[in-house]
């Protein structure tokens, strides 16, 4: 046992195969060493972030890339203590409409939420069967980025501060319409986790209205740089940019890219 586990001289190893154990060994502890540095050693921004928005962000299927958060009830800053007690908070309503879904009308309001300095964009749907609400949020990570995509200034959805001709608020209100609207377009409804057709879209059903069915509210993916187009004031800047040039220009007659 003692010359097997403590390679006493009469275990026969050479001074070469001893050196060998020994790199190995050396080869090992640096191994080890890195790891336990990894363990330790804090994350860096970008890993921070991610790991924001994976606690507060409810990601699946095509959306992987927008950060949402969903539920029952209104949600908003007060309901979920996304508000601190310090913290300014700022709600407007942007947009209404109502929408038919799976045999019932449902009352859609956009809402624009400013905490502290980040913003929201939160859409309430209420039930009118049976007088239940649920809603979806785009975190500010994903506001920001939805923001650049279409090319809209965030000022544009804040209030304004100062006093404006007539023709600029009628924008910003399009604006914030048009917005409101692109958003309800994106959201549908699916049968709800545990339900026999969990995950399979409901909207085009006409289920009876006094039948209580459980639903999610889900998103899909509206990162696209087309939907710039479907803005009336983005639609409006590029029919001024052609009119300034003298009429058809690279965007054609009426100013729509082609």
Excluded at 19 to 24: A, C, P, Q, S, T
Excluded at 63 to 82: F, W
Excluded at 204 to 214: A, K, S, V, Y
Aim: charged share 30%; with cysteine.
């Amino acid at each position: 046992t003692f010359q097997k586990f403590f390679g006493d001289k009469s275990a026969g190893s050479s001074s070469a195969a001893s050196h060998v154990r020994f790199l190995e060994a050396a080869d090992r502890h640096r191994d080890l060493r890195r790891k336990l540095d990894d363990i330790h050693k804090p994350p860096d921004e970008a890993e921070v972030l991610r790991r924001k928005l994976e606690a507060y962000a409810q990601v699946e299927g095509p959306n992987e890339h927008l950060g949402i958060e969903r539920g029952a009830g209104t949600g908003g800053p007060q309901a979920d203590g996304a508000a601190g007690t310090d913290d300014s908070v700022e709600v407007a309503v942007m947009y209404m409409c109502t929408r038919r879904k799976a045999g019932r009308m449902m009352v859609f309001t956009v809402f624009r939420d400013i905490v502290s300095h980040n913003m929201y964009l939160r859409v309430v749907m209420h039930d009118t069967s049976s007088q239940r609400d649920s809603h979806l949020t785009l975190l500010h990570f994903t506001t920001q980025r939805l923001l650049s995509i279409l090319h809209i200034n965030r000022d544009m959805l804040e209030e304004c501060r100062t006093i404006e001709p007539d023709r600029v608020k009628q924008e910003r209100q399009q604006l914030r319409a048009d917005l409101g609207k692109m958003i309800v377009d994106a959201l549908y409804l699916v049968w709800a986790q545990g339900t026999e057709n969990q995950g399979e879209e409901l909207d085009h059903l006409e289920l009876p209205e006094e039948e209580e069915i459980d639903y999610e509210l889900r998103m899909r993916d509206i990162m696209d740089p087309a939907n710039a187009a479907q803005l009336s004031a983005r639609r409006f800047l590029l029919t001024e940019v052609v009119d300034d040039i003298g009429g058809a220009g690279p965007w054609g007659i009426g100013g729509e890219s082609s």
